[in-house]
């Protein structure tokens, strides 16, 4: 059965950690399919794959776009208070180091590229 879950952080090799509608955290893995070809960021909603044998780990199954996001929310699929990530870095208030993970170019270092 598939399960509607907020992605945290990315951790690499096909792994993220996401929180599901009920608030508990798991550690999920991105299908081989959708790795490399679904750019999954912090934010996304999707829907994940639970494990019967291993409750702590999930799959994630599907990436919802953020208009489909925006349907779930409204359908009462999503709690009220899931902050939508609306295909932009949403960076939080809270995290000033959050910025410092994008380099920005001068217009004259891109004429050096």
Do not use: S
Not at 8 to 37: P, S
Not at 68 to 79: D, N, S, V
Not at 88 to 112: H, M, S, V
């Amino acid at each position: 059965q598939g399960e509607y879950a907020q992605v945290l952080r990315m951790l690499g090799n096909g792994r993220c950690e996401a929180m599901r509608i009920d608030g508990t955290k798991r550690l999920c893995h991105i299908r081989g399919k959708m790795h490399k070809k679904v750019w999954i960021a912090a934010g996304d909603i999707v829907l994940v794959g639970l494990r019967d044998y291993q409750d702590d780990k999930a799959d994630v199954i599907l990436k919802y776009m953020p208009d489909e996001a925006r349907l779930l929310k409204a359908y009462g699929g999503l709690p009220e208070n899931t902050r939508l990530n609306e295909g932009i870095a949403n960076l939080d208030e809270e995290d000033e180091n959050a910025a410092d993970d994008y380099i920005e170019f001068e217009d004259e270092d891109i004429d050096k590229i």
